[in-house]
Nanobody, 122 residues
Framework: QVQLVESGGGTVQAGGSLKVTCAASGRTLSTYVTAWFRQAPGQEREFVAAIRWSGGFTYYADSVKGRFTISGDNAKNTVYLQMNSLKPEDTAVYYC???????????????WGQGTQVTVSS
């Protein structure tokens, strides 16, 4: 059984930083694409960043380039999203998910975590 568990969410002031974590069991993340998505109330779930450890591939949404960094720890089978220079518009529930190949479409990810709330106050 594959499980993804996000953690590390919370409330931070605009301009601050937060690091969210995606811990996996039942699937070795280094052999898949792992992505972070986010969803604000009343909005569509949107792609944030993705990583494929094989080949060192990372990809970021334009809205977070230069501010967010996705990384992985193979020994811990964990993917992180370091979020810096946070803005109020970054407020959302952040989800991690895995796919066999890179895509920004939610429908192609087969496993999802439960999400962790990130709130950025102005």
């Amino acid at each position: 059984q594959v499980q993804l568990v996000e953690s590390g969410g919370g409330t931070v002031q605009a301009g601050g930083s937060l690091k969210v974590t995606c811990a996996a069991s039942g699937r070795t993340l280094s052999t898949y694409v792992t992505a972070w998505f986010r969803q604000a109330p009343g909005q569509e779930r949107e792609f944030v960043a993705a990583i494929r450890w094989s080949g060192g591939f990372t990809y970021y949404a334009d809205s977070v380039k230069g501010r967010f960094t996705i990384s992985g720890d193979n020994a811990k089978n964990t993917v992180y999203l370091q979020m810096n220079s946070l803005k109020p518009e970054d407020t959302a529930v952040y989800y991690c998910a895995t796919s066999s190949s890179f895509t920004m479409a939610t429908g192609w990810y087969d496993y999802w975590g439960q999400g962790t709330q990130v709130t950025v106050s102005s």
